[in-house]
T-cell receptor, first 115, second 113 residues
């Protein structure tokens, strides 16, 4: 069975500072990895995804993530955050062999950007 | 209209009511999903439909009844709910076999009194 752990439930940071949101997964098979963002009272929006190829993935809004197979991690980073990045961020994994795929989500990390 | 839409956005119902949530996707996808998002808990997958066939039912109580008449529409019929069913219900869709990237609707905020 797969699982996803987001190591920090809340991350407070000042505007223009760098941020890293941590995500570790466990799986016995090859996986796809995703980061989603959820703004208040909205659904989830895809930030970026790793399917194959380069382990450094760039997404929207200046975010990027690096797939590290040996450490089973997929941490999300941004070099300089804005107030508008305040939201909840979810890491998710799906089994590459699972067509019509079930996504397993982490518990979420609440990013709070302060002026 | 683009993406994944959900109606209504907000719903308040009593425990004896019957109501339905609607989801529509305009992305040409062939898989659709219902998730439940409760406060301080991870998203819970409820149902999966691939090509209109239900392929996953995650031990959801029978007071939730899904319906998928075609690849673009998904319903969640609700009856005799409990207060603990109050949550944000999210619909998503994906194209089977393309990395299964799921795209989400804005959700329906359900309150059961």
């Amino acid at each position: 069975a797969q699982s996803v752990t987001q190591l920090d439930s809340q991350v407070p940071v000042f505007e223009e500072a760098p941020v890293e949101l941590r995500c570790n997964y466990s799986s016995s098979v090859s996986v796809y990895l995703f980061w989603y963002v959820q703004y208040p009272n909205q659904g989830l929006q895809l930030l970026l995804k790793y399917l194959s190829g380069s382990t450094l993935v760039k997404g929207i809004n200046g975010f990027e993530a690096e797939f590290n197979k040996s450490q089973t991690s997929f941490h999300l980073r941004k070099p300089s955050v804005h107030i508008s990045d305040t939201a909840e961020y979810f890491c998710a994994v799906s089994d590459q062999g699972n067509q019509g795929g079930k996504l397993i989500f982490g518990q979420g990390t609440e990013l709070s950007v302060k002026p | 209209e683009t993406g994944v839409t959900q109606t209504p956005r907000h719903l308040v119902m009593g425990m004896t009511n019957k109501k339905s949530l609607k989801c529509e996707q305009h992305l040409g996808h062939n898989a659709m999903y219902w998730y439940k998002q409760s406060a301080k808990k991870p998203l819970e997958l409820m149902f999966v439909y691939n090509f209109k066939e239900q392929t996953e039912n995650n031990s959801v109580p029978s007071r939730f009844s899904p319906e998928c008449p075609n690849s673009s529409h998904l319903f969640l019929h609700l009856h005799t709910l409990q207060p603990e069913d109050s949550a944000l219900y999210l619909c998503a869709s994906s194209k089977v076999g393309s990395g299964d990237t799921q795209y989400f609707g804005p959700g329906t905020r359900l309150t059961v009194l």
